[in-house]
């Protein structure tokens, strides 16, 4: 029988019963080992479902088992514990949250707890300090914040509502203190009002402070992406066909970097700048259009300009890339590729090319991964 809490339960209830949630009779005999090696996961919208791989040397996935079920309907987004010992998973047409424990070579366990969020979540970002989840509904236009118990357990602290329709996706400052939203909808055209970027303060606690639109960008933004050190923010435009550069000011302020738009065909939804901040890599999502599509890759000038790498785009089964992930050493990145439910991998060369991993693409064993999609499991912190 499936588990389901309110999302605004007591902490303490949901925490005793999370302790038994997360706890399975393969588990009883002792501790569940802490995550090690590097994982790629991806979770499969139309069979509800999360697969996980293995990545060997260059960038070749080898797959952990089969896919686990979320216990909900249609996930889309995923996010990790700091620790890598928890996974989050966004149900978005049952409007839940799964909590996954990790066991040992990064394999989910099943049977995930599951907890209530607000309408039709898409998107779940964790803080960098690991103590607070937040989640888009984009059925109801806010954005849910949630307490990280030392276990991993969410307890739901409030919604923030957000200034625009359709909230997506959002991505924090390295030190914490600011939270970038970008908004969305399937159905928009070039007829459709601009769109906006929403900053929100993050006070120690997490809490978030009120929504203040900072930029304006064309419309349709599935993703946004920030350098790793807080200097430049990246929105896409699938409407556009662009990706717009910001420079990221100490109040948390956003100033167009010199050529921002820049050109991103076709149907740009979902980006990630790599751990060194030289390069930016976009998902490609459309096929409707006579241009090429793929994976997009551009170097980071100082000035936050971007400029298209050499082998720019590179071509994917049927072009239609969902959403992008990067090794946490730098070394690798892979693609999401929604109508053939597949992982395309490559290694990241000098000046950003890209090699393509020995049996790429591989099949994900799942069906249609959608925008944030996959993640990378960051390597394990270790005590000393």
């Known amino acids: 029988m499936k588990k389901s809490f309110s999302a605004r339960a007591g902490g303490a209830v949901l925490a ?31 069979s509800g479902d999360v697969s996980s791989f293995a990545i060997g040397l260059g960038a070749v996935l080898s797959p952990i088992g089969k896919p686990v079920k979320t216990g909900g309907e249609f996930p889309r ?21 799964s909590v996954f424990r990790v066991g040992a070579r990064g394999a989910l366990q099943p049977d995930p707890l599951i907890v209530k969020t607000g309408d039709e979540p898409w998107g779940a970002t964790m803080s960098p300090n690991g103590r607070t989840l937040y989640v888009t509904n984009t059925g109801d236009g806010t954005i849910s914040a949630y307490d990280i118990g030392l276990d991993g357990t969410p307890a739901h602290r409030r919604d923030v509502r957000t200034t625009s329709t359709f909230p997506k996706q959002t991505v924090l400052s390295p ?23 929403t900053r929100f303060a993050v006070a120690p606690d997490g809490s978030l402070g009120p929504a203040q639109d900072v930029a304006k960008v064309a419309q349709a933004n599935f993703g946004i992406a920030m350098s790793p050190n807080g200097a ?21 302020s956003l100033t167009p970097v010199p050529g921002s738009p820049f050109a991103a065909p076709t149907g740009p ?60 050493d730098g070394r690798d990145v ?3 590729v929604r109508d053939t439910s597949q992982v395309a991998a490559w290694q990241i060369g000098s000046g950003g090319l890209l090699k393509e991993a020995t049996g790429s693409p591989f099949a994900t064993g799942g069906e249609f991964p959608l925008t944030q999609s996959i993640i990378v499991r960051p390597a394990p912190v270790t005590q000393r």
């Open 334 to 336: 892979f693609a999401a």
């Open 77 to 97: 987004g995923i996010a990790l514990a700091s620790n890598g010992a928890t996974a989050y998973v966004v149900n978005s047409d049952s409007d839940e949250l």
């Open 175 to 197: 030190d914490g203190r600011f939270l970038y939203l970008s908004y969305a909808d399937v159905d928009e055209t070039g007829d459709s009002p601009p769109r906006v970027i």
């Open 232 to 252: 430049f923010v990246y929105v896409p435009s699938s409407v556009g066909q662009n990706v717009w550069g910001f420079r990221r000011g100490a109040d948390g």
């Open 269 to 328: 939804v979902g980006l990630k700048v790599t751990p060194d901040g030289q390069h930016l890599y976009v998902a490609s999502n459309d096929t409707d259009v006579d241009a090429p599509g793929g994976l997009l890759g551009f170097t980071i000038l100082p000035n936050g300009a971007l400029r298209p790498t050499a082998d720019s785009p590179v071509p994917t089964p049927e072009a239609e890339v969902a959403a992008v992930a990067i090794s946490p």
């Open 16 to 46: 005793a019963v999370a302790l038994l949630a997360l706890t399975s009779p393969a588990q009883a005999a002792g501790p569940v080992l802490p995550p090690s090696g590097a994982v790629v996961y991806v979770t499969n919208a139309r």
